[in-house]
């Protein structure tokens, strides 16, 4: 099975960045995504992007703000959150799957809490 660990999540104060990294054991897919989910809200999909050519998508509402990458020498995917809002406070989670367009891999998460 693999293992997905997240890590870079903290305190931030609003305007400000943080990079996430999600460091895979191993593959099961081509697709690597970022979850959130904000208090009592459901996870919802940030973005997602392909280890073989990179291609990337993104929830609109995120796009200019959000960036995601992977360095695939080292199985580990970043998503790179600039201009950050109270509204982004949540548990990222990165996930992947053993299917494609399944998402049924899960790591740990890692919470940002974004201040005002």
């Known amino acids: 099975q693999v293992q997905l660990v997240e890590s870079g999540g903290g305190l931030v104060q609003a305007g400000g960045s943080l990079r996430l990294s999600c460091a895979a054991s191993?593959?099961?897919?081509?697709?690597m995504g970022w979850f959130r989910q904000e208090p009592g809200k459901g996870r919802e999909l940030v973005a997602t992007?392909?280890?073989?050519?990179?291609?990337?998508n993104y929830l609109e509402s995120l796009k200019g703000r959000f960036t995601i990458s992977r360095d695939n020498a080292k199985n580990t995917v970043y998503l790179q959150m600039n201009s950050l809002k109270p509204e982004d406070t949540a548990v990222y989670y990165c996930a992947t799957g053993t299917r494609p367009g399944m998402y049924n891999i899960w790591g740990r998460g890692t919470r940002v809490t974004v201040s005002t």
């Open positions: 992007i392909s280890w073989t050519t990179g291609t990337t």
């Open positions: 191993g593959r099961t897919s081509d697709a």
